[in-house]
């Protein structure tokens, strides 16, 4: 599976923003889709993830409550939605793919997803 996100840009505090990660490839709706962040100078971060299905999803505590993750298996596309960006929004977005994940500890684990987009800057300036 091939992984290209976008949608990021400069957006103003309290703004919104839908990012999109579009899959190429075989069997994309047999596979978990996470999304992860990189702030400047600071460690990945796990944001969301949706099962294959669309009918699990997780939220990092930074976003949950104005994150919205969701998946149209159709058209091989995941979305993330975020809704009053903040200055420490500010990162490179990225997603990311695995076989399943069985609960929040596995779902937020970078380690465990088996192919990455290339990532879409996202910036909030304070």
């Known amino acids: 599976v091939q992984l290209v996100e976008s949608g990021g840009g400069s957006v103003q505090a309290g703004d919104s923003l839908t990012l999109s990660c579009a899959a190429s490839?075989?069997?994309?709706?047999?596979?978990?889709v996470g999304w992860f962040r990189q702030p400047p100078g600071k460690e990945r971060e796990f944001v969301a993830a949706v099962s294959w299905s669309g009918g699990n999803k997780y939220y990092a505590e930074s976003v949950q409550g104005r994150c919205t993750i969701s998946r149209n298996n159709a058209e091989k596309t995941v979305y993330l939605q975020i809704g009053s960006l903040k200055p420490e929004d500010t990162a490179v977005y990225y997603c990311a793919v695995r076989d399943y994940y069985t609960d929040y500890a596995s779902a937020s684990n970078f380690r465990g997803y088996d192919a990455w987009g290339q990532g879409t800057q996202v910036t909030v300036p304070s």
């Open positions: 490839g075989r069997d994309f709706d047999d596979y978990a």
